[in-house]
């Protein structure tokens, strides 16, 4: 969803869940994507990335999904932990050694 | 990856004075970059940290108020000079930008100017 405001759009789900992030981009250009998870009090860190010549990743748990017609992108995980609640980023660059331009962040929160 | 080192972790400044954040990181690196984070929201770059020569800054960013510094392959400082409330914020370093390598982040300064 959208964010309003200065507030992120928050995703809310039961421990066990799958849960989804998606996240928009706007530059047709972009050639690399990477979603990041950020907890209180600490910097990004990497989750999974994805080169605009593939549409599909997976790593542990997560997979990222790249829909370059709809400049789309998302972030699944499989059976949601607690530990997983925290902010989630996209990220895009559209070459190598460029800064990141990022998105707008969602909240996921997981209840057990 | 890379593992980056940034200080002081927090600070409360008077309006008025400047901080220097520092960030070190623990291999060589190509590129460094310096972000913003207003609270609640995402991550708003500043600019990247050139070796050897100027900072490149992005639109709303200048270098009076941001002088940054990137000395070597491994080490690099951003200035918040004359800070108002409005500064009050997270400021987050970043270094890599190699495909391969991907790009750190360190743990950010927490920045209050009262």
């Known amino acids: 969803g959208e964010s309003v405001g200065l507030h992120l759009p928050t995703l809310s789900v039961q421990e066990g869940d799958n849960s989804i992030i998606n996240c928009a981009y706007s530059?047709?250009?972009?050639?690399?994507f990477i979603w990041y998870k950020q907890e209180s009090g600490k910097g990004p860190q990497f989750i999974i990335d994805?080169?605009?010549?593939?549409d599909k990743r997976q790593g542990q748990r997560v997979t990222v999904l790249l829909n370059k017609t709809v400049k789309h992108l998302s972030l699944q995980i499989a059976a949601t932990q607690p530990g997983d609640s925290a902010v989630y980023f996209c990220a895009e660059n559209t070459q190598a050694g460029t800064a990141l331009i990022f998105g707008k962040g969602t909240t996921l929160s997981v209840s057990s | 990856s890379a593992v980056i080192s940034q200080k002081p972790s927090r600070d409360i400044c008077q309006r008025g004075t400047s901080l220097t954040i520092q960030c070190q990181v623990d291999s060589q690196v190509t590129m460094m970059f310096w972000y913003r984070q207003q609270p609640g929201q995402s991550l708003t770059l500043i600019a990247t940290a050139n070796q050897g020569s100027e900072a490149t800054y992005e639109s709303g960013f200048v270098i009076d108020k941001f002088p940054i510094s990137r000395p070597n392959l491994t080490f690099s400082t951003l200035t918040v000079s004359n800070m108002s409330p409005e500064d009050s914020s997270i400021y987050l370093c970043s270094a890599g930008g190699d495909y391969n390598y991907g790009y750190t982040f360190g743990s950010g300064t927490r920045l209050t100017v009262v």
């Open positions: 530059n047709s250009a972009s050639d690399y």
């Open positions: 994805i080169r605009s010549n593939m």
